[in-house]
């Protein structure tokens, strides 16, 4: 059959959504420039008809006038009709797009349940209890050895009322330390002579006739004979 009728030519892809759209944007463009131009010639018509006084030549540049305007109506119309296609094929190919995403979402989550599911596979529960276990013994072992290290020797029996008792004393002593009576004593104390010892008698000659008289200096100490 190939060799009667000949193979028939691949037939070419369509173009894609983005290019269909990058197309039709291309066209709003075009015609967007148009209506631009329109409007510029609009502009210079209604600036010549504000000097022009009514007759014949101000109606023939106002019919002028009318159907640049009736254009540019056309084309804006042909404008929002382009707009409104890429907006749609815009929404289209963004859902296509998300689509797409969600697909490859869903096959990576496979994926990596797959990979868990092999990876639980090699863990054994009853494996990590003994491990924890053993981790448990082995920190009672080192606080038997903390606790070994620390043991004393030789230390002589206390009775613990003993204890008791000198802890009692030990307060005693503290609340006695913590006293401040003797302070009273202290400021209730006389003051002391502010005079000098003649002032008071003191030094001053007895009489030498007296049996118990003892001579004395200035300062009031016994002279030396």
């Known amino acids: 059959m190939n060799r009667l009728f000949g193979k028939g ?10 290019d269909v759209i990058q ?26 008809m504000a000097k022009m006084r009514e007759g014949p030549a101000k ?15 056309m084309y804006e119309g042909q404008l929002e009709n382009l707009r409104g296609q890429s907006f749609n094929m815009e929404q ?10 969600t697909q490859i979402t869903v096959a990576a989550m496979k994926d990596g349940m797959k990979s868990m599911k092999k990876e639980f596979k090699k863990i054994n529960i ?10 448990a013994d082995m920190l009672d072992q080192a606080d038997e050895v903390q606790e070994a290290l620390g043991r004393t020797y030789n230390t002589a029996e206390v009775d613990e009322d003993e204890l008791a008792a ?52 200035e300062f009031g100490l016994p002279q030396l004979k």
């Open 126 to 135: 009853d494996d990590i209890d003994e491990v924890q276990d053993d981790l």
């Open 59 to 73: 109606n023939a540049v106002k019919q002028k006038a009318l159907r640049i305007l009736k254009q540019k109506k």
């Open 23 to 48: 197309g039709v944007d291309q066209r709003a463009e075009a015609v967007e420039k148009k209506i631009n131009a329109l409007e510029n010639d609009l502009r210079k018509f209604r600036d010549q």
């Open 166 to 217: 000198e802890l009692d004393a030990l307060g005693d002593e503290i609340a006695l330390d913590d006293d401040q009576g003797y302070l009273d004593d202290v400021l209730n104390a006389p003051e002391a002579p502010s005079t000098k010892p003649e002032a008071a008698g003191i030094g001053v000659p007895v009489n030498k006739g007296s049996k118990d008289s003892i001579p004395v200096d």
């Open 92 to 101: 289209a190919n963004f859902a296509h797009q998300t689509i797409k995403d």
């Open 9 to 18: 030519k691949p037939k070419e892809p369509g173009p894609s959504i983005n």
